[in-house]
T-cell receptor, first 112, second 111 residues
Framework: GENVEQHPSTLSVQEGDSAVIKCTYSDSASNYFPWYKQELGKRPQLIIDIRSNVGEKKDQRIAVTLNKTAKHFSLHITETQPEDSAVYFC???????????FGTGTRLLVSP | DVKVTQSSRYLVKRTGEKVFLECVQDMDHENMFWYRQDPGLGLRLIYFSYDVKMKEKGDIPEGYSVSREKKERFSLILESASTNQTSMYLCACTGGRNEQYFGPGTRLTVT
């Protein structure tokens, strides 16, 4: 089955800096890779996703890149703001039923 | 907006008790999931269901069972609660698109 590894587990940046979170996956058949953001005390929410037929996707300050050959994908946040502080989870879709395998999460702290 | 609700935000149970966690969604979504969330371990899938009365084991099903008698409701059952089942439990659902919509979570403490 799919296995997703995520690094780093914690990331501290200054406001305005960029942040990068990296994930690797094991199943070459996986074709959908979402990123979820979980603010303190709240439920995880989808912020961006990418499918395996696309190499990069951007939404304002957030971008995701996918390298199918190397089986890794990354989340890039530019011009970070304190409200970006949260736990971020990457995931890969396992075979069928829209089942996701999540990474272990990255706690991002953006200091003013 | 998809609405996913869970029966309790906080629950305290004793070892050996039978525990029911309920999840209800209002979007007619076929697939529903139960996860547990522990620090440093991320979200781990316990069970999922792709239709009424259908269920599949996830990655950590031991000590849990589920029930889906109606499309909108998916229950997680701890047959005999143990202290190592103290955790945050999250329910989610998904329909035609891949996005999973999560409930607010139930923080279960087993003493």
């Amino acid at each position: 089955g799919e296995n997703v590894e995520q690094h780093p587990s914690t990331l501290s940046v200054q406001e305005g800096d960029s942040a990068v979170i990296k994930c690797t996956y094991s199943d070459s058949a996986s074709n959908y890779f979402p990123w979820y953001k979980q603010e303190l005390g709240k439920r995880p929410q989808l912020i961006i996703d990418i499918r395996s037929n696309v190499g990069e996707k951007k939404d304002q300050r957030i971008a995701v890149t996918l390298n199918k050959t190397a089986k890794h994908f990354s989340l890039h946040i530019t011009e970070t703001q304190p409200e970006d502080s949260a736990v971020y989870f990457c995931a890969g879709e396992n075979t069928g039923f829209q089942k996701l395998v999540f990474g272990t999460g990255t706690r991002l702290l953006v200091s003013p | 907006d998809v609405k996913v609700t869970q029966s309790s935000r906080y629950l305290v149970k004793r070892t050996g008790e039978k525990v029911f966690l309920e999840c209800v969604q209002d979007m007619d979504h076929e697939n529903m999931f139960w996860y547990r969330q522990d620090p440093g371990l991320g979200l781990r899938l316990i069970y999922f269901s792709y239709d009424v009365k259908m269920k599949e084991k996830g990655d950590i099903p031991e000590g849990y069972s589920v029930s889906r008698e109606k499309k909108e409701r998916f229950s997680l059952i701890l047959e005999s609660a143990s202290t190592n089942q103290t955790s945050m439990y999250l329910c989610a659902c998904t329909g035609g698109r891949n996005e999973q919509y999560f409930g607010p979570g139930t923080r279960l403490t087993v003493t």
